[in-house]
């Protein structure tokens, strides 16, 4: 086998430092509590280094700095990074209040560009010599506590290089000078490329090779779209820590994205980057988790966003998805569970519906015409805006129909909702609904009524059905929405465009067997907001009554259907 020419030693380790809780990013503003869920599940990763930003005047940063030490548990090490450093502030005693003895551990910037320094910020203007002697006022500062680390930042540092390399390195060196040891390079406006990158740290890492515990580290912005490769350049040149935020958020184009970055370094590179106990293949099982809750509290999602993206391992070419089925590795890279993804596939061919149904348990000497059915009937509903890659319950739901035997456990018979609201005061939402059950040879035996308050009309209605339906169903009782959306199809049509909405359910408890594992999701489109929420919700509980429930019995023709697990304890 080929080597790859970026192939590092596989002994080689790295520290991680996340800088997502210092990084601003236009129009994000984190909670306490939300810094806090990520720093927790920074530490969990096992990253080296969280760090974060101190500002006196910020009462949210404050308190984050006191509850994150009793959150922290060991893995992680908490990196407080001072932007407008002033050597009197360290003994202030705001700062000392706000880190106690136990942050360890302070980074600071400082600017290596000699053409930024005179005419960058002429506000701030400031001779290079100059710059070079508050760099060492303020490191002699920071030094004063032996026990505390310093993180220096040499800003502009590749800028800086290629115009005076002298004079970038005499910044390394003023730094080395005070015993600091964690020398990080910043590409700070993003726009170096690999090659420049790789060249400047393997002259600095030969610049300091007879320095003992300098660290190299690396700190790349992505105006170019190469933060990524620039990092990866950077390790394979020398450096040694690597600087990044989750998702890659960061200022203008953002940072290195460390959920592309680590599954990189550690199954293609072969890198030891995190502290974790577990085995390299489980190292990253929780990194789109902890994705997925920088998006929530960032409000910036990324769906096709490599290995954790929701659409990073989806498949739709036909031919793709039908190979992947036989060999995964033909179109992915890594196995989506090892940064805990999954594989989707579309459904866009008769082959692929018919894998559907195999996965179901539905079984017909008619497959191939079965198929062509269902795949004629779901490019009518994509006309009309229907979307049912993300909502294989519809999929197969309307398998069912067919294949000849659609089954309504349940029938809505009406629903209103209403709202009413006051001057100043809050609004009362309240859904109605009728519902007939217990379904016998085509006709119900009873029609229930519940009517429900919600915080919107949806929640309401949601509420009120499944408040019939539990009285028919217990099962229901542990049901949980765990999703709602719902999206324009066609915005030139203004307030009269069709509406899409996806709802996605979870069992609290599920049944064992071929249908248990995950979750489950419906689809529906109309004209009327509100009739395409209703109609995807019915779906979504049609189909717990169909698939997932061991209570309720639904028998299929025996020379059609044979539901794996579903009808073999029934019988």
């Known amino acids: 086998m080929k080597t790859s020419p970026l192939a590092p030693n596989s002994t080689k380790k790295l520290q991680i430092m996340d800088s997502t809780l210092r990084e601003r990013t236009f129009g994000v503003s984190f909670s306490v509590g939300e810094k806090l869920s990520i720093a927790s599940g920074l530490d969990s990763l096992g990253v080296s280094y969280v760090e974060s930003t101190f500002s006196a005047g910020n009462p949210g940063e404050i308190e984050y700095l006191k509850q994150v030490r009793s959150l922290l548990k060991g893995t992680s090490q908490p990196v407080l990074f001072m932007p407008d450093f002033d050597p009197s502030s360290i003994e202030s005693s705001l700062l000392q209040?706000?880190?106690?003895?136990?942050?360890?551990?302070?980074?600071?910037?400082?600017?290596?560009?000699?053409s930024h320094l005179r005419n960058g910020l002429p506000q701030k203007k400031i001779e290079p010599e100059a710059n070079l002697v508050d760099l060492k006022k303020m490191l002699k500062a920071l030094r004063k506590d032996a026990s505390r680390d310093v993180f220096l930042c040499a800003e502009h540092f590749f800028d800086g290089f290629f115009e005076d390399t002298s004079y970038a390195l005499s910044i390394l060196e003023t730094a080395v000078e005070c015993e600091v040891t964690k020398l990080i390079l910043c590409d700070s406006r993003g726009s170096s490329l690999p090659e420049q990158v790789a060249k400047a740290v393997k002259l600095v890492r030969s610049h300091f090779s007879s320095t003992d515990n300098v660290s190299i580290g690396i700190q790349c912005h992505n105006d170019l779209g190469l933060a990524v490769a620039n990092s990866i350049f950077a390790v394979h040149a020398g450096a040694n820590l690597v600087q990044g935020t989750i998702n890659g958020v960061g200022d203008r184009s953002g940072s290195a994205d460390l959920c592309q970055l680590l599954p990189v370094l550690m199954f293609k590179m072969g890198y030891e980057a995190l502290n974790s106990r577990l085995p390299e293949d489980q190292q990253l099982i929780s990194l789109r988790v902890l994705s997925e809750k920088v998006s929530l509290a960032s409000g910036i999602s990324q769906p096709q966003q490599p290995f954790v993206g929701a659409l990073a391992f989806a498949h739709t070419d036909p031919i793709h998805a039908a190979t992947e089925m036989k060999n995964p590795e033909t179109f992915e890279a890594i196995n989506p569970a090892l940064v805990g993804n999954r594989r989707l596939l579309g459904v866009d061919d008769a082959s692929l519906v018919?894998?559907?149904?195999?996965?179901?348990?539905?079984?017909?000497k008619d497959g191939e015409e079965v198929a062509n059915k269902v795949l004629t009937r779901m490019r009518e509903l994509e006309a009309f805006g229907c979307k049912f890659e993300d909502a294989k319950a519809s999929l197969h739901l309307l398998i069912l129909e067919s294949l000849g035997y659609a089954i309504w456990p349940f029938q809505v018979t009406r629903w209103e909702t209403s709202t009413s609201r006051s001057i100043n005061e809050s609004s009362t939402v309240i859904g109605?609904?009728?519902?007939?059950?217990?379904?016998?040879?085509?006709?119900?035996?009873?029609?229930?009524t519940a009517t429900e308050k919600g915080v919107g009309p949806i929640h309401a209605i949601?509420?009120?059905?499944?408040?019939?339906?539990?009285?028919?169903?217990?099962?229901?009782?542990?049901?949980?929405?765990?999703?709602?959306?719902?999206?324009?199809?066609?915005?030139?049509?203004?307030?009269?465009?069709?509406?899409?909405?996806?709802?996605?359910?979870?069992?609290?408890?599920?049944?064992?067997?071929l249908q248990a594992q995950g979750s489950w999701a419906t689809t529906a489109v109309s004209e009327d907001v509100l009739d395409a929420s209703i109609k995807a919700l019915i779906d979504g509980y049609r189909y717990k009554l169909i698939f997932r429930s061991k209570s309720v019995k639904?028998?299929?023709?025996?020379?059609?259907?044979?539901?794996?697990?579903?009808?073999?304890?029934?019988?």
């Open 97 to 114: 209040e706000s880190l106690g003895s136990w942050v360890k551990n302070i980074s600071v910037r400082a600017n290596s560009w000699k």
């Open 432 to 448: 109605t609904i009728q519902v007939s059950v217990g379904a016998q040879e085509g006709k119900y035996e009873k029609t229930i």
């Open 462 to 513: 949601d509420l009120a059905l499944k408040e019939c339906l539990q009285q028919e169903y217990p099962e229901l009782k542990n049901l949980k929405l765990i999703s709602y959306s719902l999206n324009i199809v066609d915005s030139l049509s203004g307030s009269a465009a069709t509406a899409r909405a996806r709802t996605e359910f979870s069992d609290a408890e599920p049944p064992s067997g």
């Open 554 to 571: 639904y028998p299929l023709p025996d020379w059609r259907v044979a539901m794996s697990w579903r009808y073999t304890d029934r019988w």
């Open 354 to 364: 018919k894998n559907e149904m195999s996965e179901l348990g539905l079984y017909t």
